[in-house]
């Protein structure tokens, strides 16, 4: 397999061919399709919402407006971004706790999820939730979980529903290079492999599960081949390329919908800031995290592409980022000024 330029750069090549079945080949570098114009707008526009968003839930964070746990997913925006840029409605998304991007991504209103983060009653779970707990069904997103690798279950069960009822569905379950180390995700693989059922499973590959490299934790650092004991295929994927991404997320959602059964998207991608707001991260360098940055940005790719090509102007994309940043704050000063939920809600929602 060519070693691309944009895999090299962030010091791992996607892994060279195995045992493992690939859909038809790795999604990086040179071999990745082109967009067009409109896909890299609308690219760079859905990248800039989630970037914008987590900044500025990062401050409310320091500002003290948000309490318990906030996981930003800033670095890795490309990956939801090019998945939702190929699935169809009805599609299912499940995650974990580091979401606010998977929902921005599947339409959920940036008020609604920034003032459920301040814990206030316009927020998407009527500001009871927070973070880790937020839910569309309109929208079909599923969460927000906080007990590592348990949407992976869930996702499957997802998936046993649309092959059950036979609808064109596809699960897409997005989780961790940490929790690919769960038991519970391989439990998974082997019921979705026998009943074939239309999931993707994604590892989403920061390199970090908390203060843990995947090079200290884990005995097969290649993700995309931990199905392989259940004939499961898998392929590795430039996820800080979001053309990259949108190919893959093309063959796999063909894949699971041809009633191939379920596959899995190994995204190298990684997240600039600390794993939660309170991660002092001294198990990194700065130039690590300043290298990726600099060299493999999700959104400066795009945004050099749109004005290499002559696709925007300084100033449309000015325009663009405008417009983005009086979303992100207006859906701030909502979640400021919005009401706590009322006493008597705390008796409501609870399953007993
Ligand atoms: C069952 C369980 N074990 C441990 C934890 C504590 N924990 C929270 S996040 C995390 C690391 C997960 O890392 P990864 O899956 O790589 O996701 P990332 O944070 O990098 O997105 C751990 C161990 C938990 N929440 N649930
Ligand atoms: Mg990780």
């Not at 968003?53 to 997913?73: T, V």
């Not at 990956?79 to 995650?95: K, R």
Request: glycine share 12%; hydrophobic share 35%.
């Amino acid at each position: 397999m060519a070693q691309t330029k944009s895999a090299s750069a962030s010091g791992r090549k996607p892994a060279a061919k195995s045992a493992s079945k690939t859909v038809s080949k790795e999604f990086s570098g040179k071999n990745t399709p082109e967009f067009g114009k409109d896909d890299d707008l609308h690219a760079y526009r859905e990248m800039l919402l989630i970037r914008r968003f987590e900044e500025k839930a990062g401050q409310l964070y320091g500002m003290g407006f948000i309490g318990g746990f906030c996981h930003l997913y800033i670095g890795q925006e490309a990956v939801v971004v090019g998945m939702q840029m190929a699935q169809q409605e009805g599609d299912q998304v499940i995650t974990a706790y580091r979401d606010h991007g998977h929902m921005l991504a599947c339409g959920m209103s940036p008020r609604g999820v920034m003032a459920e983060l301040t814990g206030r009653q316009g927020g998407l779970s009527k500001g009871k939730g927070g973070s880790m707990h937020m839910f569309s069904k309109e929208k079909h997103f599923y969460g927000g979980h906080g007990i590592v690798g348990a949407q992976v279950s869930l996702g499957t069960g997802l998936a046993f529903a649309n092959a059950y009822r036979n609808n064109d569905s596809v699960s897409v379950a997005y989780f961790g290079d940490g929790a690919a180390n769960q038991g519970q995700v391989y439990e998974s693989f082997n019921m979705a492999a026998l009943w074939k059922l239309p999931i993707i499973y994604i590892v989403e590959n920061n390199r970090y599960a908390m203060g843990t490299s995947t090079a200290r934790a884990t005995a097969q650092s290649n993700y995309s081949m931990r199905g392989v004991g259940f004939g499961i295929p898998g392929v590795q994927v430039d996820g800080m390329d979001v053309r990259a991404v949108k190919a893959a997320a093309d063959e796999a959602l063909a894949h699971c919908r041809s009633g191939k059964g379920p596959i899995i998207l190994e995204m190298l991608t990684y997240r600039y800031r600390g794993h939660s707001m309170s991660d002092p991260a001294k198990y990194r360098s700065k130039e690590e995290v300043q290298k990726m940055r600099s060299e493999q940005d999700p959104i400066e790719q795009v945004r050099n592409r749109l004005l290499e090509k002559g696709w925007a102007s300084e100033d449309e994309l000015k325009a663009i980022d405008k417009d983005i940043r009086d979303i992100v704050t207006d859906s701030a000063d909502f979640a400021q000024n919005d009401p706590e939920p009322d006493a008597s809600e705390l008796y409501t929602d609870i399953l007993l």
